[in-house]
């Protein structure tokens, strides 16, 4: 079977997909995800062990780069936790996201993120910020609705106020996030989901 769309990375060598892998961590983030995803699908038809060994590094270090809400150890490193572009009104409060008591249910929850992720978006900032988010159904998508909600998490542990719950559910609502796109569709779709520019 030659080259083919389904299978970007099928004429590459053993060692050419371990470069590719080693090269991965200097890329920026949603690039190295993208890569990640590509050698995942290609890795996984491949049977020999040292293909199958490979493969369990790349989820590893795939697993890895979704956010994290984990604040820093004092609260003067706390502005680098909070992503290049974060808006404390971002697009997922104009579209109703909330952990608030009384607020969306956890059912309600995840269909306004799954909206966020699978429908078009309100204007609600300018062009550029709006960009960031890309394009309907892409990997960019998710990561930028992950990346704010982590954000939110982060910000709330580092208050002295009490947000436990509020942390939890964010925390839920990212396991789900992680669990439904980031580990099982686009690992489904391969490497760049066709949304993608």
Same mark, same amino acid.
């Given at each position: ?17 371990? %470069?590719? $892998? ?10 190295? *995800?993208? *890569?990640? $995803?590509?050698? %995942? ?12 060994? !490979?493969?369990?590094? *790349? ?10 809400? %984990? ?14 572009? /974060? ?5 997922? +409060? ?17 269909? &306004?993120?799954?909206?966020? +992720? ?9 062009? %550029?910020?709006?960009?960031? /988010? ?14 704010? &909600?982590?954000?939110?998490?982060? +910000? ?6 009490? !947000? ?21 569709? $686009? ?11």
């Amino acid at each position: 079977m030659p080259n083919s769309p389904d299978r970007p990375l099928f004429d590459f060598y053993y060692t050419e997909l371990r %470069e590719l $892998f080693e090269a991965t961590p200097s890329f920026p983030r949603l690039s190295a *995800v993208r *890569v990640l $995803f590509a050698l %995942e699908h290609e890795l996984r038809p491949r049977k020999r062990m040292k293909s199958r060994k !490979l493969l369990d590094e *790349v989820v590893a270090l795939r697993q890895q780069l979704w956010p994290h809400t %984990e604040p820093p150890e004092s609260s003067e490193g706390a502005g680098v936790y909070i992503h290049e572009g /974060w808006r404390a009104y971002s697009v997922l +409060i104009a579209v109703g996201y909330s952990v608030r008591s009384g607020g969306p249910s956890q059912n309600a929850r995840r269909a &306004i993120l799954a909206s966020v +992720i699978e429908g078009p978006l309100p204007l609600c900032h300018d062009p %550029e910020y709006m960009a960031r /988010w890309g394009a309907v159904g892409s990997l960019q998508r998710l990561l930028q609705t992950a990346t704010n &909600i982590a954000a939110y998490c982060r +910000i709330a542990k580092l208050r002295e106020a009490n !947000l436990v719950q509020a942390i939890a559910k964010w925390e839920a609502d990212l396991a789900w996030l992680k669990a439904k796109y980031y580990t099982v569709e $686009f690992a489904r779709q391969g490497a760049w989901p066709s949304s993608e520019p």
